[in-house]
T-cell receptor, first 114, second 114 residues
Framework: DTEVTQTPKHLVMGMTNKKSLKCEQH?????MYWYKQKAKKPPELMFV???????INESVPSRFSPECPNSSLLNLHLHALQPEDSALYLC?????????????FGPGTRLTVL | AQSVAQPEDQVNVAEGNPLTVKCTYS??????LFWYVQYPNRGLQFLLK??????LVKGSYGFEAEFNKSQTSFHLKKPSALVSDSALYFC????????????FGGGTRLMVKP
């Protein structure tokens, strides 16, 4: 299985809602990433998990809360979001070795905040 | 700091003609460079990477890239463009000494016309 899956594909939420995005991979990768991507822009790194521990938080607002319950799963919990948080949220994974490896991306969750 | 630049927002080419999507880089140390493609409302797909060795790197879907150290460039090429190659292309560089984290260029939209 060489695929990263993300659910849901689309999500519409109000500013007072609490929702979660889910990402899963079964490639044995021990590094997982969350990105935010606005239309026609490059992905912006949000969080990096290495061996299920948060290693990078790129100054992301606390209304985004990541969680890595095990080596295959990565969640992004959302609460009290703003309309400007509407974007495509991408998950990726890679082997966290000293070798140079590409990241494998999921298809993304299209989030709309009303 | 590692960075890549894609000087063209859009490249237009006729089907069957060769295509080039440009990327220049600025790194300290060895450059580890990647190309990804993104189709509408999809995640990023890995095309190819340069680590070391041969300056001409061959990748997926008939794409190749030429690493040029003197010009600090890593241009993406294909001998004969297809309409289905129309997509958003991102050049990326690995963070220095930081696992497999990436910094992306701004992206280039490739339009292949029949």
């Amino acid at each position: 299985d060489t695929e990263v899956t993300q659910t849901p594909k689309h999500l519409v939420m109000g500013m007072t809602n609490k929702k979660s995005l889910k990402c899963e991979q079964h490639m044995g990768h021990r590094a997982m990433y969350w990105y935010k991507q606005k239309a026609k822009k490059p992905p912006e790194l949000m969080f990096v998990y290495s061996y299920e521990k948060l290693s990078i938080n790129e100054s992301v607002p606390s209304r985004f809360s990541p969680e890595c319950p095990n080596s295959s799963l990565l969640n992004l919990h959302l609460h009290a979001l703003q309309p400007e948080d509407s974007a495509l949220y991408l998950c990726a994974s890679s082997p966290p070795t000293s070798r140079v490896n590409e990241q494998f991306f999921g298809p993304g969750t299209r989030l709309t905040v009303l | 700091a590692q960075s890549v630049a894609q000087p063209e927002d859009q490249v237009n080419v006729a089907e069957g003609n060769p295509l080039t999507v440009k990327c220049t880089y600025s790194v300290s140390g060895n450059p580890y460079l990647f190309w990804y493609v993104q189709y509408p409302n999809r995640g990023l797909q890995f095309l190819l990477k340069y680590i070391t060795g041969d300056n001409l790197v061959k990748g997926s879907y008939g794409f190749e890239a030429e690493f040029n150290k003197s010009q600090t460039s890593f241009h993406l090429k294909k001998p004969s463009a297809l309409v289905s190659d129309s997509a958003l292309y991102f050049c990326a560089v690995r963070y220095n000494n930081a696992g497999n984290m990436l910094t992306f260029g701004g992206g280039t939209r490739l339009m292949v016309k029949p």
